[in-house]
């Protein structure tokens, strides 16, 4: 019994572990493919990131980012050959919730854990919505 429990625990372990680190690479990486990109005035995320490294109120900062987010949620739903088709952003979007719960948990007591949260936040959000600007051929030529 005490084998099954330490095998399942240290099995939980490695998955949030492969998942935190999937989610780290996949915003490195998609991050360094996107600063050729324009970015999207539609969208606050940007402002959001520069906003951050300042000793601001982060709840309206968090409050853009939900804005945001739900933009991007009802144009998927409703465009049509838009989608969160791919695994990794499905990822992103898992990982964006989950950093949105940890922002509930740490902002009373951890600014800087909330700042952090907030500032992978606002990545997913860039990733995804050049991710769809890229579906709809929206990319702008550099």
């Known amino acids: ?3 099954s429990a330490l095998i399942i625990g240290f099995s939980l372990i490695l998955l949030v572990y492969w998942f935190r680190y999937s989610c780290v690479l996949l915003l490195k990486d998609r991050a360094e493919l996107a600063t050729a990109t324009a970015s999207d005035t539609r969208f606050s995320f940007e402002e959001v990131q520069r906003r951050l490294s300042g000793a601001e109120d982060l709840d309206p ?3 853009a980012l939900r804005r945001d987010y739900e933009m991007l949620i009802y144009l998927i739903e409703h465009a ?3 989608e969160l088709e791919s695994i990794e952003d499905r990822l992103l979007v898992l990982d964006y919730k989950l950093m949105q719960w940890r922002y509930g948990l740490t902002r009373a007591l951890f600014p800087s854990q909330a700042r952090r949260s907030l500032s992978e936040m606002a990545s997913v959000l860039s990733v995804l ?3 769809m ?3 709809a051929g929206l990319s702008s030529q550099a």
Do not use: D, K, P, Y
Request: charged share 20%; hydrophobic share 40%; proline share 0%.
């Open 1 to 3: 019994m005490f084998a």
């Open 61 to 63: 900062l968090q409050q």
């Open 80 to 82: 049509s050959g838009l």
């Open 129 to 131: 919505v050049r991710r």
């Open 133 to 135: 600007g890229e579906q």
